[in-house]
T-cell receptor
Framework: DAKTTQPPSMDCAEGRAANLPCNHS???????VYWYRQIHSQGPQYIIH???NNETNEMASLIITEDRKSSTLILPHATLRDTAVYYC?????????FGTGTRLQVFP | EADIYQTPRYLVIGTGKKITLECSQT?????MYWYQQDPGMELHLIHY???????EKGDLSSESTVSRIRTEHFPLTLESARPSHTSQYLC?????????????FGSGTRLTVV
C-alpha cells in the first residue's frame, strides 16, 4: 500500500470544523484515497473516498490536492459523537490495510 | 442494523483450550476478512477469503486458522489458546461491486486467555 502519514492526534471544539490531514506522496495515478473511522473499539466505518476531485457526502468532505500527494478530510460541524480514530488509506491491493490513524477528540 | 454478526462478544477462556469465533453475514458478500486489534493499537489483517473454499493469510502472522465452507460463514479457530492471543477480533465482509468502500464490520469478539 502507498504509505500514508497522519498526525497521531487532534482536538476540535464541538460545532467547529474538524480538518484531518493525510500525506500520501507516493500515491500512483489510479489509486484512490479512502477514509474510515473507528469509534471506541467498534468496527471501522466507511466515511468517503476519492481519486482526484473533491468529494462530499452526508458525513464529510474530502479535499485532494491537485498533485494528489495529500488530502484533507473535513467534518464541517464536529459533534461529540465524532470522537474516533480516523484512518486515511491508499490501498494498492484489494484489501484494506489500516495504519495508526489520527485520534480526533471533540470537546464541548 | 448490522448484517454481520460475531459471537461471542466477550470470551474468557483458559490456556490450552480450543476456541472458535463465529462470523456470519446475510448480505451475500463474497469477500470476508478477520482483523486483530490489541487495545489502543492498529488493526491487523490476519485472514481473508474471496469466496467458498478460498482462504488466505493476511499481513500479520497468526496461529489461528479459518474456513469458508459456506458463503455466509467465516469462523476463526484457535487450536490451543494462549495469553498472547488475548485481543479483539473483528470480522468484515465486502462485495465485488463496492469493494474497498463497502466494508461492513461486525461488533467484534473480545478474547481474554488466562
Amino acid at each position: 500500500d502507498a504509505k500514508t502519514t497522519q498526525p497521531p492526534s487532534m482536538d476540535c471544539a464541538e460545532g467547529r470544523a474538524a480538518n484531518l490531514p493525510c500525506n500520501h506522496s507516493t500515491i500512483s495515478g489510479n489509486e484512490y484515497v479512502y477514509w474510515y473511522r473507528q469509534i471506541h473499539s467498534q468496527g471501522p466505518q466507511y466515511i468517503i473516498h476519492g481519486l482526484k476531485n473533491n468529494e462530499t457526502n452526508e458525513m464529510a468532505s474530502l479535499i485532494i490536492t491537485e498533485d494528489r500527494k495529500s488530502s484533507t478530510l473535513i467534518l464541517p460541524h464536529a459533534t461529540l459523537r465524532d470522537t474516533a480514530v480516523y484512518y486515511c488509506i491508499v490501498p494498492n491491493t484489494d484489501k484494506l490495510i489500516f495504519g495508526t490513524g489520527t485520534r480526533l477528540q471533540v470537546f464541548p | 442494523e448490522a448484517d454481520i454478526y460475531q459471537t461471542p462478544r466477550y470470551l474468557v477462556i483458559g490456556t490450552g483450550k480450543k476456541i472458535t469465533l463465529e462470523c456470519s453475514q446475510t448480505m451475500g458478500h463474497d469477500k470476508m476478512y478477520w482483523y486483530q486489534q490489541d487495545p489502543g493499537m492498529e488493526l491487523h489483517l490476519i485472514h481473508y477469503s474471496y469466496g467458498v473454499n478460498s482462504t488466505e493469510k493476511g499481513d500479520l502472522s497468526s496461529e489461528s486458522t479459518v474456513s469458508r465452507i459456506r458463503t455466509e460463514h467465516f469462523p476463526l479457530t484457535l487450536e490451543s489458546a494462549r495469553p498472547s492471543h488475548t485481543s479483539q477480533y473483528l470480522c468484515a465482509s465486502s462485495d465485488q461491486t463496492r469493494a474497498l468502500y463497502g466494508y461492513t464490520f461486525g461488533s467484534g469478539t473480545r478474547l481474554t486467555v488466562v
